[in-house]
């Protein structure tokens, strides 16, 4: 039996009203082992105007590089503090701020070692299906190795590569701009 | 640890691009790049899970949430969850949200001029059962007009937000209802080429559902992506090193 994805469809400009129950932006409990970062942007157009009606979603493995999900059968710790889950709607200025942990390294391809990120969805008014990219860290030496970042093109990695703000290495800067020459990477993973 | 198993990727045209013009607010926030095509990883085949502890069994029901009833046409949602392999897909989160049956949603944002009901929220959540149904109890929403063009309405819908087992198989889509005139003219139903799959956000009426004296039925099925039988092979470089 072979059956066709349900066609994806916009969230349209009143998903708040339906989403909001499970927004999270401090994905980190208590008793949670790691770095804790606050990574803080904005959603932009390809006008440079803020998206307000934005929503991000966060999927991320906890700092020892686990997934809380029964796939990953890596002999890791869980933290029960911890589910690697976030959604975060931006405000009226299009900005979005979260708390979490930096994850440690998952597995890529061949078993290879990814370099240490956080993946995104984004959602908007306008985005007829979601749009996936990825979060990294500065500073971290296993970029320059990581598969997925090696797909991009040199000059567009940097979009998908957090700032430190301040020379602080726990309060991050990452944008999200949708559309135009500084446009974000995104990633075709399906849907 | 090998290579994963990812899960399919959709068929040519059954879902839509991201740039549709006819709908204007793609226009600014359509990637002009192409889409950077990646093998799944552990990231993509783990996701989020929200099991029974997060959810409100009352939630399914969204004209029980006040005091007196909603006005509008009863109506039950009903349907199956399935992969593409036509599994279904257990224990898995689906939430909604709509307009009143005046075609006004509970949002700062909408300043339609159509009544707010005092005795309709419009959002709720269910669980799959371990057969992947799932069964909600609302209104018939109303259609509104929207700012797109001249003398724009969006039909009558209901929005469903699916995470489905993993990161891969999140969904957000529409379902419309059987015979809305104004399904033909949405762009946003339109932004999809393939018209079968189009027309897959169409719910059926459903006599089977149907509560005599109470609710009209209907179904509508949601088919998330389905895992793949064997691993992604990564494409070789040039010279086939």
């Not at chain 1, 927004?23 to 390809?46: A, C, F, H, M, Y």
């Not at chain 2, 013009?21 to 002009?32: D, E």
């Not at chain 2, 929220?121 to 057969?131: A, K, M, R």
Request: with cysteine.
């Amino acid at each position: 039996m072979s059956l066709e994805t349900t066609t994806s469809q916009t969230v349209g400009p009143y998903f708040a009203l339906g989403l909001t129950r499970l927004n999270k932006s401090n994905l980190v409990g208590p008793g949670v082992s790691g770095e804790q970062v606050t990574i803080t942007g904005r959603v932009i157009d390809g006008e440079g105007k803020p998206v307000p009606d934005a929503m991000l979603e966060i999927w991320q493995a906890n700092s020892h590089g686990k997934y809380s999900h029964p796939e990953d059968t890596q002999d890791k710790p869980l933290e029960p503090g911890f589910q690697g889950y976030g959604r975060i709607p931006a405000d009226a200025d299009g900005k979005f701020s979260f708390i979490t942990i930096k994850p440690g390294p998952v597995p890529g391809p061949d078993g290879r070692p990814q370099a240490p990120h956080i993946a995104v969805s984004v959602f908007a008014r306008g985005l007829m299906r979601r749009l996936v990219t990825r979060i990294y860290f500065p500073d971290e030496a296993a970029n320059a190795g990581d598969f997925v970042l090696n797909l991009v093109e040199p000059a567009r990695r940097g979009t998908l590569i957090a700032k430190k703000t301040g020379g602080h290495s726990d309060t991050l800067e990452w944008n999200v701009i949708l559309h135009g020459a500084d446009e974000t990477a995104f990633f075709d993973i399906g849907l | 640890m090998t290579n994963i198993a990812g899960y399919r990727r959709p068929h040519p045209d059954t879902q839509p691009n991201h740039l549709h013009p006819p709908y204007v607010s793609s226009i600014k926030r359509a990637p002009t790049k192409p889409l950077v095509c990646m093998p799944h990883t552990l990231t993509e085949v783990t996701g989020p899970s929200f099991g029974s502890k997060s959810v409100d069994v009352k939630a399914c029901d969204l004209t029980r949430q006040h005091s007196g009833e909603p006005l509008g046409e009863r109506i039950i949602v009903s349907g199956r969850v399935l992969d593409e392999n036509g599994r279904p897909v257990p224990h898995t989160l689906v939430e909604v949200w709509q307009a009143n049956a005046a075609g006004r949603y509970v949002h700062k944002v909408d300043q339609h001029n159509a009544p707010l009901d005092p005795n309709f929220i419009g959002c709720g959540h269910i669980l799959t059962d371990s057969e992947g149904r799932y069964r909600m109890v609302s209104i018939r929403p109303g259609a509104y007009p929207w700012g797109n063009h001249f003398n724009a309405w969006r039909p009558a819908h209901i929005h469903f937000s699916l995470f489905g087992p993993v990161f891969s198989t999140r969904l957000v889509t529409q379902m419309y209802f059987p015979g809305d005139p104004l399904i033909p003219f949405d762009p946003i139903f339109n932004c999809t080429a393939d018209e079968k799959a189009r027309n897959r956000l169409i719910s059926l009426f459903d006599w089977d559902s149907t509560i005599p004296g109470n609710a009209l039925g209907y179904r509508f099925d949601i088919i998330l992506a389905g895992r793949e039988a064997t691993p992604w092979e990564e494409p070789r470089s040039n010279g086939g090193k």
